[in-house]
């Protein structure tokens, strides 16, 4: 079914569109912040991202409109690109309520989250590295472990709102919080998304 000795610009163009989704959840996992200085350059930097991202996805269907044959269903490869983005859009409107909230208080609770989220982007990546080789069975393995994750913020989630009911007493600081983990654990369903829509193409091709 595929020619295994030529790389399929496709391919490459989904692995793009996954190493900058890697990039941009390790650097909100790595950044640090310490004031109000730092939530405005994490925004702005993340913004940077999301922005990339969509010309990523641009390029892609530019070359989907112009190309008569596509390696699997050009729908499939337009539903990835879109699921990882998705990732990147969440982590961009998260940081976003960060900034807007004026909220440096970053606990526990939402380290997790991104740790797991960063995790699932790794696991992307590799998934995307075993599209380019055509090795589309072997990406099972990658996606099996995004919904562990997914399965895992779930878990956080319940213990963060349990949690922040039992001992936050600010109203306010409540509904800043619980809209936080909230969204951290959409951007965790959004790679459960990538992780479905991988299996959905092996199914097809494999």
Known sequence: MFNR?????????????????????????DFRVNSYDDLEEISVQMKKYETDGDKLIHELIVML??????PIEREDILALANSMDDVLDGMDECIAHFDMFRLIDIDEHMRNFISYIVK?????????EKLQLKKLVDMREHAILIKDYESKCDEILRVSIKQLFLHEKDPVRIIMFKDIYEQLEDIADDCQNVANTMETIIMRNA
């Open 5 to 29: 000795k030529k790389n399929d610009p496709f391919f490459d163009s989904l692995a793009k569109i996954a190493d900058n989704v890697q990039i941009a959840m390790h650097y909100a996992n």
């Open 65 to 70: 409109n112009k190309s008569f044959m596509t």
């Open 120 to 128: 699932s982007a790794d696991e992307i990546v590799k998934a995307m």
